[in-house]
C-alpha cells in the first residue's frame, strides 16, 4: 500500500469534502481517501503510487486546487 497527503485549497464545508473524496476515489487503484476540512489535507491510500497529475485532475473536477 502507497499513502500520500496533499493540500486542497478552497473547502469550505462537508460538500466539498465529499465532492473531492469521491472524485479521488475514482482513480484506479485508490483504495481510501480521507479529507481533513480544517487543514484541507487529502490522504490518498492505493495499492501502488498514483499519478500526482490524477490526483490533481480529480480535485479540479471536483472544483478544487491542490497546493502547490
Same mark, same amino acid.
Do not use: F
Given at each position: 500500500?502507497?499513502?500520500?497527503?496533499?493540500?486542497?485549497?478552497?473547502m469550505t464545508c462537508s460538500h466539498c469534502v465529499?465532492? *473531492?473524496?469521491?472524485?479521488?476515489?475514482?482513480?484506479?487503484?485508490?483504495?481510501? *481517501?480521507?479529507?481533513d476540512?480544517?487543514?484541507?489535507?487529502?490522504?490518498v491510500t492505493s495499492e501502488q503510487p498514483v499519478d500526482d497529475a490524477a490526483v490533481a485532475a480529480a480535485v479540479d473536477e471536483a472544483g478544487y486546487e491542490l497546493a502547490r
Open positions: 500500500m502507497e499513502t500520500k497527503t496533499y493540500t486542497v485549497t478552497g465529499n465532492s *473531492v473524496g469521491s472524485e479521488i476515489k475514482q482513480i484506479p487503484g485508490v483504495v481510501d *481517501v480521507q479529507v476540512l480544517g487543514s484541507g489535507a487529502v490522504t
